[in-house]
């Protein structure tokens, strides 16, 4: 028997309705590549939004379309999600760090019609002018007196915005149309595309602003400091229209300073970010305690959040600390970190090796692990296999690529080797191209870098396999110090005595000024690798500096 309930799809577009309806007030902040603090509302959003609408029909936009941007969060970027994902067309927010080879390709291969762009990337823009062959539209996100000169084939977006009317209906449509489009970041091979959909983005939604996920509430105002070019700042945006919250959006200026000044000044309550930024924050804190006047919990994901990380923002500043966990693939969320119950009453070290875990499933997220076989391995926390996971806003195929089958069995091997314990906590203890095999064990590069990271003298610590002639691996630690620290190999690795199995301490540590980063703000491991493979050499003992 069929329920007897109503057919509402889920659109994109639902979600602004609501916040223009509900929260027409709310404000959106966003510091803009011009340099100032540019602020309006809900209500403001969904008019331009419409006009933009309007303007993308105009220029022949077709539903299915691709529609690319390069831009920082900001309110025009938002307003192109609805614009674009509204009209049925799909946003393809492309990542503007990535190398100008990878730019190229992705555009040709979503075969976008369209570009629209912050004033910081005319550069990419105009070597893409020179590259592409097909003719595509060219939007610069600015009004007209801030139009680049010298290249007429521009389109200006405030310009769009003033000549179309904001009468327009958001079409229904199918909820599992295409929404919008995001590229792995190619750390290995070309981009792959992941192509979200209306359904996708919504149940989503649902999910991050759950208590035990993000907890969004109208009350709340939210930075996401992660880029919407980032697996679309991890459903931020979204979320806050869902809920109703005060969006804060920084634009280009994500210096530790900056960063910091518009989280005082906007007295934001929550925000999300890769480890190396909040490195970025943290510093420009130090020295003070309980800085935040507003802000009561982070996000930190997209990479390990070091557990000294997680107590300098929970002892030091009183901001609970959300280790999460996710990709491209997965809309991004997967796991998220919030205790139950009976781990509040740990004892504090306890309460941090529990936060140093990636977290539970988020409700939709279905995982396992398993053995080289395929074999379903038991949740108690010793056991380590690879990660797979199903849901309903997890990728089954890449876009343009019909020969790419990821699935097995219908479940969507993220690449990623984990244990789970009895509570449901999931630990990554490596991407399983990064896992160091050492005498047929294996070594986690995780565990020991955020040991490391205890040490006062550490900034950051990445954690590499060198080729070795006996064990086939042996772990070469890398440090980056923090400033003034005159911390040496020798005092690094006692330091490390007793914290780490025996054989899991490092061979060898060398210092350096700054770690290879890729474009979402990883450290580039492959890349250190292949500088550093041969430091045991032939005879297994470490090359000296
Ligand atoms: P890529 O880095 O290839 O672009 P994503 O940006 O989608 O891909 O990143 C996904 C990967 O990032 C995950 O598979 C995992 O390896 C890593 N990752 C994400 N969050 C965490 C976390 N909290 N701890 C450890 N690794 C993480």
Redesign the pocket.
């Known amino acids: 028997m069929i329920g007897l309930m109503m057919q509402q799809p889920l659109l994109v577009a639902s979600l602004l309705t609501h916040a223009a309806r509900h929260h027409a007030d709310q404000e959106i902040v966003s510091r803009r590549v011009e340099g100032d603090i540019h602020r309006y509302r809900f209500v403001d959003l969904g008019v331009r939004s419409r006009r933009m609408a309007n303007a993308l029909a105009a220029l022949g936009i077709q539903p299915g379309d691709r529609v690319a941007t390069l831009a920082w969060n900001g309110y025009r970027h938002l307003e192109l999600n609805f614009a674009v994902s509204g009209s049925g067309a799909v946003l393809h927010t492309i990542n503007p760090r990535l190398h100008l080879d990878h730019i190229a390709y992705i555009v040709e291969h979503a075969d976008d019609r369209a570009i629209f762009f912050d004033l910081t990337f005319l550069p990419i823009i105009e070597a893409l002018q020179a590259r592409l062959t097909t003719p595509r539209l060219f939007v610069a996100m600015c009004d007209a007196s801030h139009m680049p000169a010298g290249n007429d084939s521009l389109l200006c977006y405030e310009s769009l915005i003033d000549s179309h009317s904001s009468d327009f209906e958001w079409p229904l449509m199918d909820e599992n149309t295409a929404s919008s489009l995001c590229y792995?970041?190619?750390?290995?091979g070309n981009?792959k595309g992941v192509l979200y959909s209306h359904r996708s983005t919504v149940l989503h939604s649902y999910a991050g602003a759950l208590p035990d996920t993000f907890n969004c509430s109208a009350r709340d105002a939210i930075l996401p400091v992660v880029p919407m070019f980032?697996?679309n700042a991890w459903g931020l945006p979204f979320i806050a229209c869902m809920v109703g919250a005060k969006l804060v959006l920084p634009g280009p200026a994500l210096d530790g300073k900056s960063l910091y000044e518009l989280i005082e000044a906007e007295q934001v309550t929550m925000s999300a970010g890769?480890p190396t930024i909040w490195q970025g924050l943290l510093s420009h804190v130090s020295g003070q305690s309980r800085a935040f006047s507003s802000m009561k919990r982070t996000v930190?994901?997209?990479?390990?959040?070091p557990t000294a990380m997680a107590a300098q923002f929970q002892k030091v500043h009183e901001v609970d600390v959300l280790?999460?966990?996710?990709?491209?693939?997965?809309s991004?969320l997967?796991?998220v970190c919030n205790l139950k119950p009976h781990q509040l009453a740990l004892p504090e070290d306890a309460r941090y090796a529990v936060q140093a875990k990636?977290?539970r499933a988020v409700f939709g997220i279905d995982m396992k692990i398993v053995d080289p076989n395929g074999k379903s391995l038991s949740w108690d926390g010793e056991a380590v296999g690879d990660?797979l996971v199903r849901g309903p806003w997890v990728a089954s195929a890449y876009f343009g690529d019909a020969s790419s089958q990821p699935l097995r069995d219908g479940w969507f091997p993220?690449?990623?080797m984990a244990k789970i314990d009895r509570d449901g906590f999931m630990q990554?203890t490596?991407?399983s191209k990064?896992v160091i095999k050492s005498g047929g064990e294996w070594i986690s590069s995780?565990d020991i870098e955020n040991i490391a990271c205890l040490h006062p003298g550490v900034a950051s610590a990445t954690c590499i396999g060198v080729r070795h002639p006996k064990w086939d691996e042996r772990p070469l630690l890398l440090i980056t110090r923090t400033s003034g620290s005159t911390l040496e190999k020798d005092e690094l690795l006692a330091f490390l005595d007793g914290k780490l199995a025996r054989w899991w301490k490092p061979d060898d540590v060398l210092f350096l000024d700054s770690f290879p980063l890729?474009?979402?703000g990883?450290v580039l491991k492959a890349k250190l690798r292949e500088q550093y493979g041969d430091h045991y050499g032939s005879s297994g003992a470490p090359k000296q500096a």
Do not use: F, N, Y
């Open positions: 792995t970041s190619g750390t290995t981009p980032h697996v890769v930190i994901g997209g990479a390990p959040c280790h999460a966990w996710g990709m491209t693939e997965l991004p997967g796991t990636q977290g990660l993220t690449g990623d990554i490596d991407r990064d995780i890729g474009a979402t990883k």
